[in-house]
């Protein structure tokens, strides 16, 4: 078992990655703290894995609720039926929240932590390679609304959370594939050396060599965590972990959710990220292609969709990474290293945008 | 103008009060950190002093909405609205939202400003004595469910509480009856020489002396800051704030929200909670008539609804103040003195809220 600590004070908790963990009732059961206990999951996690997980909570008084599955549900809606199901269960302040699933699950489970009579504590089992390695890891949580991503949310921080890389053999290969972006996009924003060593092992990962995905799942917690303990509400440096994420989420937003996946817009993202930068002068062309293959070479799209690219950009506008100087954007310096860049101007931001070939600057 | 701090670490703050503030343009600037403003207020107080207030923000970008008004309106349905309005006023993390209006608008602009895109500043306008000396301190926001009041919020502290006690003038009699409640309990709960000197002056408060008013408001403050600073997130003491309010929210449940304004169930919810304390020989009978005859004085119910009452235990077993321990109770011990109680029998409850003739034990 490999574990990561994530220093956040008096919200430190630490992330257990081993093949085999969703059987270990001991782990989980230490991090619980009273007697109630609510399982979070979805209609396609809850056939393969819930009775797995309560066969360790027959201490507990225990209750389970199974969202629908897709990103198109993570709404305010559906976030509702959580505090209705803790309501009639007579959940007090001492219930954990225990999200068993994917990205969607544990975002909508933390922030229902987060609200339930103002803060309950929760423990993450994230079942996808996205929730792995991105939403598992900093205590972000939220809901969409119809206007835009992520909008509605709190940090919230879970007690632990507890990766098993063995329940990714029940991922449908678009989605082990789309969580590889978030993958290569802590390589590409955040070290060379992982990103070198990516683009060795992506096929071993793919099919899901545990021991390589043991390893690849710990570096990857490893970046991220030391970018939040050092910036737990996204005041500076935590926001390079947004690489390919602006332009990710007017892909989502514009396609309608669940149309796209996350990591896929994020994969189209990161390569128009990586074509705005080399048009800035930035980066080497020879950089940013080397991206754009590790992309294409995890079966992810390097080209944004042709429709609905005249919304773009005022959906841009509205994103998380404005501030009252403009957009700000995450733009590549070199393979390991990105950068927070602001006044970019229109016209190139256009240029990118409307790209029928992203890099083919040649 | 009287100033009384908050000392919260990086999250203190200043409550202003003083006759005239509403005009004092300076002091609402001084508190706003970007260039954008969403002022949320309702259909009652926008008319009164909505101008009033734009009049101060020629130089951002202000947006205004106003929400029906009423504790039936304090929705996650009614969130929404606010959050609609902040995207589509494309508000980025430097936005401020303006709370003004009574604990309604309060909480709900509090929750908004802890949620949209995960945390923004707010700044508190309140213009009734409830949210003057209560919803204003302390930095409890939240909506409620149908199946429990407060279950959904954060503790989200506002930078700065702006009280001027003139706006009560265009309050209605019955609802500044309703906030004496909250001035009442915290003389009862926390301070004998504050409940005495209530005593004397409840006349001349509800008649509006500005200068009584304002050292009312400034003793509330200071002694509901004094508590909050030594356990914000109630951990302990601050839950002898909610004297009387665990009876209370089961009055205002069971009678559907608005129909007894949450002053009045936390009025008769004291005389209840009075009466129990009486039962279980904690407190003597003469301190807790002096409580109900201040109660009366002020216009308020010292009976609850004869309705529901069947329900109210349901209800008070699924409140905020349950643990894996039962039920936790504030009491009197004397006044100026409460206490946290868990353990009451069923039966000695049952008492209490099943009685014809609260206090008329002799």
């Known amino acids: 078992m490999e574990t990561v600590n994530l220093e956040l004070g008096a919200d430190s908790y630490s992330i257990f990655i081993g093949g085999g963990l969703l059987d270990d009732g001991d782990l989980l059961r230490r ?5 109630q206990v609510l399982i979070v999951t979805n209609e396609t996690i809850a056939p393969l894995y819930l ?28 976030l509702n039926l959580i505090f ?7 959940a007090n302040r001492g219930v954990t929240l225990l999200a068993l699933g994917g990205g969607v699950v544990g975002d909508m489970t933390g922030f229902a932590a987060a609200c339930y009579q103002r803060g309950v504590p929760f423990i993450q089992v994230p079942t996808t390679v996205l929730s792995h390695v991105d939403s598992s890891v900093g205590g972000k949580t939220a809901v ?4 835009g991503k992520n909008m509605i ?15 990714l053999s029940s991922l449908p290969e678009r989605e082990l594939q789309a969580g590889m972006a978030e993958v290569i996009k802590h390589g590409a924003m955040g070290s060379l050396e992982d990103f070198c060593w990516l683009e060795e092992n992506i096929t071993e990962l793919l099919s899901l060599n545990i021991s390589k995905l043991t390893y690849a799942l710990k570096r990857n917690c490893q970046i ?11 005041m500076g440096v935590r926001a390079l972990l ?17 149309n796209w ?16 930068s080399v048009r800035l002068g930035m980066c080497e062309l020879a950089d940013a292609i080397r991206l754009k293959d590790l992309i294409a070479s995890s079966g992810l799209p390097t080209v944004p969709p042709d429709a609905s690219r005249n919304e773009w950009l005022d959906i841009m506008y509205r994103d998380k990474k404005v501030t009252d100087k403009g957009l700000k954007l995450i733009l590549l310096r070199r393979l390991g290293h990105a950068e927070i860049v602001e006044g970019v101007s229109e016209q190139t931001l256009l240029a990118t945008v409307n790209s029928k070939d992203l890099l083919g600057f040649e």
Do not use: C, W
Request: glycine share 10%.
């Open 51 to 78: 009775d797995r997980v309560l066969a360790h909570l027959s201490d507990y008084r225990v209750d389970a609720i199974s969202l629908p599955d897709g990103e198109q549900y993570k709404t305010l809606d559906t």
């Open 242 to 258: 947004n690489f390919g994420h602006t332009f990710g989420h007017a892909i989502e937003n514009s396609m309608g959710y669940g």
């Open 144 to 147: 969409n609304h119809p206007l």
């Open 153 to 167: 949310g709190a940090f919230h921080q879970p007690k632990a959370v507890i990766i098993d890389p063995e329940l």
């Open 261 to 276: 996946l996350h990591g896929e817009a994020v994969a189209a993202g990161m390569v128009m990220a990586a074509d705005l």
């Open 84 to 90: 209705t199901r803790l309501i009639e269960m007579n």
């Open 31 to 35: 991090h619980i703290g009273g007697k």
């Open 224 to 234: 991220k965590a030391d970018i939040v303990s050092r910036d737990e509400k996204e």
